[in-house]
Structures are given as C-alpha cells and as structure tokens.
C-alpha cells in the first residue's frame, strides 16, 4: 500500500472509537491505503466531541501550511433519534470551509450500538449468539441493552457492554448486508470511500 491518509478523529464516548477505528482501517485497506488515526476527543459525549471540534478547527484555521492538516476528519455524533442527515447537516454547519471537503460523519441513528449489531448474521457467528434486533427503535438504551443481552446469551460476563467485541465485529461484519440494515452505516461507509479516494488522488 503506497496511499496514505491522517485521520482527526471526534467522537462521544469508548463505544464509538473502539468500532470506529477498526471500521476506519479496514475500508482504507479495502481503498489500499495506510490509514493513521489520530483520535482528538473520546470522551464526554456529544458536547464534548462538537466543542473539541470547534477548538480544533480554530487551531486548523490559524496554520498556514495544509501539510500540517489532516486528510480527512471524521466527526461521530449519535443521532439521538434525529434522522442521520439531520446530524450530518449540524456538523457540516459546525465545520470551517477549508474542512469541508475533508469531513465524514458518522451519524449513528439512533446510537452507536446499532452499528454493532446492524450484521446480525456475523455477530452470532463472532459472539455465539444471533441477537433479535427491531426496525429503527429510538428507546434510549435499547441497542446498549440489545448488545449487551446478546453478549449474555453467548455466555460471556458484561464487562464492558459490548466494547470488548468492537474489533472483531468491525473487522468481521459484512458490510453490504451491515449498510443494507443500516442506512446511516452505509451513508458513513459511502462518505468515507469517496472522500478516501478523493484525498488520495
């Protein structure tokens, strides 16, 4: 792989850079690109991840040489029951222009936790047990606690309510079938195909 890309990455909390970063690494291989992953805020939710992004492009905005920006920044918010364009329209409004063309949202809708069963069929295969999983609910906690009941059900203690398994599901979920069930998975994974090929041209 001769392409390379820096990453920023903006998240809400461990759940979502733990998926992220394997998820981001394994659709630049597929793009035959070297993907380095700076991760810039992971905690704190979603206030913290939008200010730490503002300070952050503050900071972008004062550099006058582009070598020292990043390629591509990737900003993760939970839709929260709002609709994945909705949250992608509040953080491309958030964004300077110069990052315009550089930013990917990760819009989960409605949490993060959906993404990690949004492939039912690799799951039970990765975990030991097929979690049921309902058409869009937006209950608050109703995917963490889907997660974590299918983790319960392979047998394994909940430690970490579905964190631990993050990689494997990243690396391990078929994308058509996760994106297909998805729509806000494969809004992402699209965004971040073409930008990917568009920063390494």
Not at 116 to 121: E, G, H, S
Request: charged share 25%; aromatic share 6%; net charge positive.
């Amino acid at each position: 792989m001769s392409k390379q890309a820096v990453v920023d990455l903006f998240v809400e909390d461990r759940a979502h850079e733990e998926l992220l970063k394997p998820l981001l690494t394994r659709v630049a291989s597929q793009e035959q690109i070297q993907m380095q992953i700076q991760v810039r805020s992971a905690r704190g939710g979603h206030g913290r991840a939008i200010a730490e992004f503002k300070l952050y492009q503050r900071v972008v905005v004062q550099r006058t040489l582009n070598s020292s920006i990043a390629d591509l920044v990737v900003v993760a918010i939970d839709g929260n029951c709002s609709t994945f364009a909705e949250v992608r329209r509040r953080i491309l409004a958030a964004a300077e222009p110069m990052l315009q063309g550089r930013l990917v949202a990760a819009c989960p809708d409605p949490h993060i936790e959906r993404w990690y069963v949004a492939d039912p069929q690799s799951f039970g295969a990765i975990v030991g047990h097929r979690p049921h999983v309902d058409s869009k609910k937006c209950v608050r906690d109703y995917y963490k606690q889907t997660l974590a009941n299918a983790i319960r059900q392979a047998g394994y203690p909940v430690m970490l309510g579905g964190v631990e398994f993050a990689s494997e599901l990243a690396e391990g979920m078929d994308l058509y079938r996760a994106g297909k069930n998805d729509s806000s998975l494969k809004a992402f994974l699209d965004d971040l195909r073409t930008k990917l090929r568009q920063v390494t041209r």
